[in-house]
């Protein structure tokens, strides 16, 4: 579906890569969708086709990350919660960089937050049970009235887009009790009410996580926010082709199942190929294929197994066995679901998941997801462009990231030939397509190796160069079109023609 969203609106006939298109600490006071309107033709010009775009709805506090969701109808149009932009700006120039982005050959997909709220307008009262906190399902007080912030009004909206008011009976739980001013896990009373069932199983059942808890059984909060996806991706223009869709483990099955086949299926909205992929956070194949199999279509997840596979290869350096950093993940089993990465927002150093991929090993890692023809890579925003935090310590990019991109743009293409015998050096060959030339790529996790490989005897004599410059020298085919490769200590090496078409491209660097 990747593909499809790509080749259906970015009008782009190169290989699709994505881009996170934000950090925990990028930059707030309302400038991050100019920024992104900027540097959108350098982006697409570096071979971005898809942005995942910070959370673009109002927020209960106007500078934070946008994951305390207070009002999905206001994108920074109203004067609610400390003025009227967002964090990253108004209504209106989200509007013009999602189209700056469309101009641009990439497409938006939208981070949907629809897990909880935050940011209530008015305390009400109603029954509740206190829930252990390992174990939701278990109840540790008897029924009582409790005071939770549930109720949302959006006064400074006045009904525009919505006429819904959320109360408590919209909600499962909250966490804080205003009458004692107790923190606990409050599971919300009425008619048929209980947790989710189509949710992940720690905690015996994992539907609460924060804030107020909606229910996504409510007839009214499910057509709301239905309504809601629909009218987002009518709002932001024919640039918007999908949603990234925040924790979802915690999200009832069904309903994420009902949104996208709704969207999808609504001739008004005109996104029959809608992209859509989930925060399932789990380092757990099995979890992650019970919850695609048990959802009825097609829908990506973020490749979490992956992700810590680089964790621990990068940790390990020169003892982890190269040969096993497939094992488990969701893009070995099932490629055409997995969206694979190398670090994100939340696993960033100083976040509550931080897990980062050492630096070192992070050109390695970038290389195995952006050059080999399996999964939609997403490439990390703090890693093409630096972190600004933690406080007093900050990420550098990833040497020549934007390179790879390139390489990918340009060159992986075509068959795979595989030579992954030996546990610190790998290496594959990409054979190219009837337009575009391919590339031999070696990695070493330990220390400098080289692959002889199969180029094929139609190259015979050609001369290949790095295009990273990460080695100096020349290979010159053999009659037979076998060559050997050669690749620095701890690095990678992308080898191409040296007169292949965009050779002059490389060397740019973000700006």
């Not at 949710?199 to 996504?216: C, P, Q, R, S």
């Not at 980062?356 to 462009?385: M, Q, T």
């Not at 790998?426 to 692959?451: H, I, M, Q, S, Y």
Request: with cysteine.
């Amino acid at each position: 579906m990747s593909g499809d969203a790509n080749a259906e609106y970015s009008g782009k006939q190169h290989n699709y890569t994505l881009i996170q298109a934000f950090e925990w600490y990028t930059e707030g006071g309302g400038v991050h969708w100019n920024k992104l309107a900027q540097i959108a033709p350098e982006l697409g010009d570096m071979g971005i086709t898809a942005m995942w775009i910070p959370p673009p709805t109002k927020a209960a506090k106007q500078e934070s990350v946008g994951y305390d969701i207070y009002d999905v109808y206001d994108l920074g149009e109203f004067d609610q919660k400390g003025g009227r932009r967002t964090k990253y700006g108004t209504k209106e120039e989200l509007v013009e960089a999602v189209k700056k982005a469309k101009d641009n050959g990439i497409v938006v997909y939208v981070d949907a937050v629809l897990n909880h709220r935050f940011g209530a307008d008015r305390t009400e009262k109603f029954g509740a049970v206190e829930v252990d906190t390992d174990d939701r399902t278990k109840e540790v007080s008897d029924l009582y009235d409790i005071k939770g912030w549930t109720a949302f009004d959006f006064p400074g909206r006045k009904d525009k887009y919505s006429t819904l008011k959320w109360t408590f009976n919209h909600f499962t739980g909250v966490d804080y009790n205003e009458e004692n001013q107790q923190n606990a896990i409050y599971r919300i009373q009425g008619d048929g009410k209980y947790w989710a069932k189509g949710v992940d199983k720690e905690n015996k059942n994992y539907d609460y996580l924060m804030g107020a808890d909606i229910d996504h059984n409510h007839p009214e909060a499910r057509e709301d926010l239905i309504n809601w996806g629909k009218w987002i991706l009518k709002e932001l223009g024919p640039g918007a082709a999908g949603f990234r869709f925040d924790a979802v483990k915690h999200i009832d099955r069904s309903f994420i199942s009902d949104f996208v086949k709704s969207i999808r299926a609504d001739e008004s909205v005109g996104r029959p190929k809608m992209f859509a992929v989930g925060e399932f956070w789990k380092d757990s194949l099995d979890d992650l294929e019970v919850y695609l199999n048990g959802l009825g279509t097609q829908f990506s997840v973020f490749d979490a197994p992956l992700h810590y596979n680089f964790k621990e290869a990068g940790d390990r350096g020169a003892d982890y066995d190269m040969r096993a950093i497939w094992d488990g993940t969701v893009v070995q089993k099932r490629p055409i679901d997995a969206v694979t990465l190398v670090d994100n927002h939340d696993t960033q150093v100083g976040q509550s998941l931080e897990s980062w991929v050492s630096p070192s090993f992070k050109p390695l890692a970038y290389a195995l997801i952006l050059l080999r023809p399996s999964g939609y890579p997403c490439v990390f925003w703090g890693d093409l462009y630096g972190t600004k935090g933690p406080e007093g310590n900050p990420q550098q990019p990833v040497s020549q990231l934007g390179d790879l991109i390139r390489a990918r743009k340009l060159y992986a293409y075509g068959e795979v030939r595989d030579y992954w015998d030996h546990q610190n050096c790998v290496g594959w060959v990409r054979t190219g397509d009837e337009k575009r030339p391919g590339c031999a790529v070696v990695l070493c996790n330990g220390g400098e190796g080289f692959k002889r490989m199969e180029i094929g005897n139609e190259h015979a004599n050609e001369v290949w160069t790095d295009v990273l410059g990460w080695n100096q020298g020349e290979v010159t085919v053999g009659e037979d079109g076998w060559a050997e490769f050669q690749c620095s200590a701890m690095s990678v090496s992308v080898w191409v023609k040296k007169d292949a078409p965009g050779r002059e491209e490389f060397g740019k660097g973000p700006e």
